[in-house]
């Protein structure tokens, strides 16, 4: 409980709120980074961005699928290495430094792009094995809870599902979780004592950060493997 109750903290973007969606539309380059790093990924041409290379390694190396890392860095920073956050995020997949520390990473290493993404799946899996979630949930409805926890942090999402279980719903349904996130900003919810992380007015963001994350996967995984 000492763990989880940590990670809560060190999860949450801001208090009530979710961490807004970068508004750039750019598109990726697709040029890959290095030779080097083509070599490791056995030549495979850079389909997504030119940071395919990073992504396919990071995320075997991980246990995450590389696409879903690419579809969380488009909605996080549209491939821009060098963005910070008003709330301090940093980076390709916009870490902020309380999760570096969280690892053990120095705080000045998440400007290296690859230990950026790595950071990010490091977190990924860490949001996953905390949720719970049985194996024998629907993909889309396991991936769309964990991008929430991601965006809106964890503390929100355990709530919600607290909420959805407490009134007959689904906890590991991606529908009715949402649906909770959003009766968290009503003080008839967000008072009952099974709620552990208070009042949440982002679930707005939240939803759209989900659909757009979830939308670019699966584009992701029709064009590339």
Not at 6 to 15: D, G, P
Not at 159 to 166: E, S, V
Request: aromatic share 6%; proline share 4%; glycine share 6%.
């Amino acid at each position: 409980m000492i763990l989880a109750t940590a990670l809560v903290a060190v999860y949450e973007s801001s208090e009530g709120q979710a961490r807004p969606i970068v508004s750039q539309q750019l598109s990726s380059n697709t040029a890959c980074t290095s030779s080097e790093q083509m070599a490791a990924t056995a030549e495979l041409p850079c389909i997504i961005s030119r940071f395919d290379p990073i992504m396919r390694k990071v995320g075997s190396e991980e246990g995450q699928d590389w696409r879903l890392m690419s579809a969380i860095a488009y909605s996080e920073s549209r491939f821009i290495e060098d963005l910070t956050s008003s709330q301090g995020a940093l980076g390709i997949m916009q870490i902020r430094p309380v999760v570096a520390r969280h690892f053990n990473v120095p705080v000045e290493d998440i400007d290296d792009t690859e230990t950026n993404i790595r950071l990010a799946g490091m977190l990924l899996s860490e949001l996953d094995s905390m949720l719970r979630i049985p194996r024998s949930t629907p993909l889309e409805d396991r991936l769309s809870i964990i991008l929430a926890s991601y965006n809106a942090g964890i503390g929100h999402v355990l709530d919600a599902r607290r909420l959805a279980r407490a009134e007959g719903a689904n906890p590991n349904s991606w529908a009715d979780v949402s649906r909770y996130l959003q009766l968290k900003s009503d003080p008839a919810y967000y008072e009952l004592d099974i709620v552990q992380s208070g009042k949440f007015t982002g679930s707005g963001q939240t939803l759209h950060y989900v659909k757009e994350v979830m939308g670019k996967y699966n584009q992701y995984c029709r064009v590339t493997s």
